[in-house]
């Protein structure tokens, strides 16, 4: 994950008060239960990113060879897997 939990908790807080104050949108909940929501969302696409670096480090795994020998630059490879990977399952990151 990119961000720790106090810059999650922080952007949420600043999202959530952005948001209402500016008459954007109007809490049908605590502010309390929006931040947590907020943060959970937040928190979940985040993960999901994490677990596509992994997915495609795990992929990548089997052209070590190629990229230690300098016939492939694993940046490269890396940043296209990980773009098809996204867009085949139609996400935003």
């Given at each position: 994950m990119k961000l720790?939990?106090?810059?999650?908790?922080a952007l949420s807080s600043a999202l959530v008060d952005g948001l209402t104050k500016n008459g954007f949108v109007r809490l049908k909940v605590p502010a309390e239960q929006a931040l947590a929501a907020v943060e959970q969302g937040l928190t979940e696409d985040l993960m999901q990113e994490d677990k596509i670096n992994d997915e495609v480090r795990g992929m990548?795994?089997?052209?070590?060879?190629e990229f230690a020998a300098g016939?492939?630059?694993?940046?490269?490879?890396?940043d296209m897997v990980k773009k098809k990977l996204v867009r085949d399952r139609g996400l935003v990151l």
């Open positions: 720790n939990r106090q810059q999650v908790q990548l795994k089997a052209y070590e060879k016939r492939a630059d694993y940046k490269t490879m890396f």
